[in-house]
């Protein structure tokens, strides 16, 4: 039991400290931390959350929604997810970052993307009185690479951590322009949409594709084929919401 309980402190601050990571690491960190009695990983998490919940943490995991690549993070249950899971950063900068996730996600052509341009102006225009543009440029790199943002080919989207850390907050503040794929039941920021209103990530309708003996996208609610298929997410002609 001992050393049970010391090797889930030890897989606790790994999580804290790698923030947020795909779930190969975490299956790597377990099996390094545990040894030769390493439990399986769903195991382990159950045993985790069990004990975390006191806390108001949780082990939480969101699925790529381009390549299925699934990534886990540990995340505060109760306090503000963006002031909370962003700590390091200043007054200023947790600012701007809430303005930038707010914008992404009510983006008005439902793409969940805004371009480079304006999300320096915007993220300018957020910041103190001496918040400069390179202020703001630096600002965004520093957001991709702790994962709460995502640079895409000039279009800024919300990255992997937000996806996990900040589903409760966009769900309460934002629950009209939710969308959910209909194969994995995960939350959509981008995809196909067939005409009876049913949203599918990229890495699903691949998979319905290749699960289709004709290799046809299909409905999965209506079973009609999905033939010219809306699209939405960075770059894409954008369902508005």
Not at 178 to 184: D, E, F, G, M, V
Not at 223 to 232: M, V
Request: with cysteine; glycine share 6%.
């Amino acid at each position: 039991m001992e050393v049970t309980n010391h090797a889930r402190q030890m897989l606790v601050q790994w999580c804290m400290s790698a923030q947020h990571f795909k779930e190969t690491e975490l299956q790597a960190a377990i099996q390094r931390i545990y040894g030769e009695s390493a439990p399986p990983l769903q195991d382990t998490v159950d045993a985790l959350n069990s004990r975390l919940t006191r806390y108001a943490l949780e082990m939480r995991s969101s699925m790529s929604q381009t390549d299925g690549d699934r990534v886990w993070a540990l995340t505060n249950t109760k306090a503000d997810a963006i002031a909370t899971g962003a700590t390091p950063y200043s007054p200023t900068m947790l600012a701007v970052l809430k303005h930038l996730i707010e914008l992404v996600f009510t983006d008005s052509q439902g793409n969940f993307a805004i371009d480079l341009h304006t999300a320096v102006r915007e993220a300018t225009s957020k910041g103190s009185t001496n918040f400069t543009r390179r202020d703001a440029q630096e600002a965004i790199e520093v957001f991709c690479k702790d994962g709460w943002l995502q640079n895409e080919n000039g279009w800024v989207v919300l990255g992997q951590r937000a996806c996990i850390e900040l589903q409760a907050y966009l769900k309460d503040g934002f629950s009209e322009y939710i969308r959910t794929c209909a194969l994995c039941k995960e939350m959509a920021t981008c995809g196909v949409m067939c005409g009876c209103k049913v949203f599918l990530h990229p890495y699903c309708a691949d998979r319905l594709r290749e699960m289709s003996k004709a290799g046809l996208l299909a409905c999965p609610e209506c079973r009609q084929p999905i033939n010219s298929p809306d699209a939405f997410g960075p770059g894409k002609p954008g369902i508005p919401h």
